[in-house]
Structure formats: structure tokens, C-alpha cells
């Protein structure tokens, strides 16, 4: 079956660093995918993994390890507006679909 | 580019009434759409899976009775919860995977509808 695990919840100050991480019990998948959400939003595409390893994008940064199942999304020089949940979603094989993780919030403090 | 609306934003129903929600990919084609369903501080469950042109495909558990899905062309998508009932009150968002397709991410999100049953 398939299981993506995060944890709930971290406090974080202003200009903090927050690694937020994801296991998931599955193969077969083109990707693992970083998604945003605001209270009451939509989700927001942030990083995708196909490879193994470190993609950059400006901020945030995501990782990939497929032999160890497992990847994380890297927030830096936090900003009160970085304040949201964050999901990680593996990306199957055929037809795209998506399967979210559980979710992890995130609020910055100043 | 790709944006996706979902109409309407908002709505509240006497228990019993059926809801259409659309979903419409404004600047691309899409032949897959997906409908999500997220409670109050919970993760989005993948409800089912919209083909143009074909049936839907729905995700275990999910009633394809109670949430009927029509996606009958390359930009729209309907969702159709029939007879609601309180516990059907949720979060339901739509995405849309550009039929483009590529190397990395192709499927974009709509801005979600809030449903309330009373």
C-alpha cells in the first residue's frame, strides 16, 4: 500500500530554517511534489523530485531519495507569510494522480 | 497561464439538494481532471479521477452514485454531489493536468469550493 507520513506541526522564527520531511511506503511513481496551502486556499505547487537528489527554487529547496523512501522540503530565510501547511504528494505512474501526505504546519513567529 | 476555476466558491445547501461544482482549465487543455475532497485540518483525499470523453475513475470508499463526475470536454469538468447531507459538507478542489503532459509538474489547482450542508 501507500503511506506518506509527516509530522504535524513546528513553530519557527523569522529568517529561521524549517526542514520538513516525508516518508512514504510505495514504488512505481514518477515524483514526489511539494504543495503549499494558506487557511482556506487552494494548493500551491512548490518543488517537484523526479531524480534523486536536491532541486533549488529561490527559498526553498527540495530532496529526493528514492533508495531510502524518503524526501524533504527545505524553507529558508522564513517569512511571516511562509506560514501554511505543506504536503508532500507522490506522483503515480499512468495518469498523474496524486497522493497527498498527512500535512505539516508551519507558523512563523517574528 | 494555467489556471483553473472552480464555480462556485461557496456554497450552502438544505440537506437532501443535489450541488454541481464546475472546474474548467481557463488556458489549457486537460484530459484528466481530479476531484479532492478535504476536511478541516486534513490532508486532500483523492476522490476520483476525471478522463474527457470516458467514465470516471472513482477512488475506494467513494460513493460514484452520490458524487457524479462529467467530463465532457477538454476544459470542463462537473462534480455532482447528490442528495447531500451534513457530512458531506467539505472542501472540494479540482485539478487539471494539462495534456501537454512534460517532465515536471503539469497538474494545477483550482481555488477550491467550500460546501455546508444544513
Known amino acids: 500500500g501507500q503511506s506518506l507520513e509527516q509530522p504535524s506541526e513546528v513553530t519557527a522564527v523569522e529568517g529561521a530554517i524549517v526542514q520538513i520531511n516525508c516518508t512514504y511506503q510505495?514504488?512505481?511513481?514518477?515524483?514526489l511534489s511539494w504543495y503549499q496551502q494558506h487557511d482556506g486556499g487552494a494548493p500551491t505547487f512548490l518543488s517537484y523530485n523526479a531524480l534523486d537528489g536536491l532541486e533549488e527554487t529561490g527559498r526553498f529547496s527540495s530532496f529526493l531519495s528514492r533508495s531510502d523512501s524518503y524526501g524533504y522540503l527545505l524553507l529558508q530565510e522564513l517569512q511571516m507569510k511562509d506560514s501554511a501547511s505543506y504536503f508532500c504528494a507522490v506522483k503515480y505512474y499512468g495518469n498523474n494522480r496524486l497522493a497527498f501526505g498527512k500535512g505539516n504546519q508551519v507558523v512563523v513567529i517574528p | 497561464g494555467a489556471v483553473v476555476s472552480q464555480h462556485p466558491s461557496r456554497v450552502i445547501c438544505k440537506s437532501g439538494t443535489s450541488v454541481k461544482i464546475e472546474c474548467r482549465s481557463l488556458?489549457?487543455?486537460?484530459?484528466?481532471m481530479f476531484w479532492y475532497r478535504q476536511f478541516p485540518k486534513q490532508s486532500l483525499m483523492l476522490m476520483a479521477t476525471?478522463?474527457?470523453?470516458?467514465?470516471?475513475?472513482?477512488e475506494q470508499g467513494v460513493e460514484k452514485d452520490k458524487f457524479l463526475i462529467n467530463h465532457a470536454s477538454l476544459t470542463l469538468s462537473t462534480l455532482t454531489v447528490t442528495s447531500a447531507h451534513p457530512e458531506d459538507s467539505s472542501f472540494y478542489i479540482c485539478s487539471a493536468r494539462d495534456r501537454r503532459g512534460g517532465w515536471g509538474e503539469t497538474q494545477y489547482f483550482g481555488p477550491g469550493t467550500r460546501l455546508l450542508v444544513l
Open positions: 510505495t514504488s512505481g511513481f514518477y515524483g
Open positions: 488556458d489549457f487543455q486537460a484530459t484528466t
Open positions: 476525471s478522463n474527457e470523453g470516458s467514465k470516471a475513475t472513482y
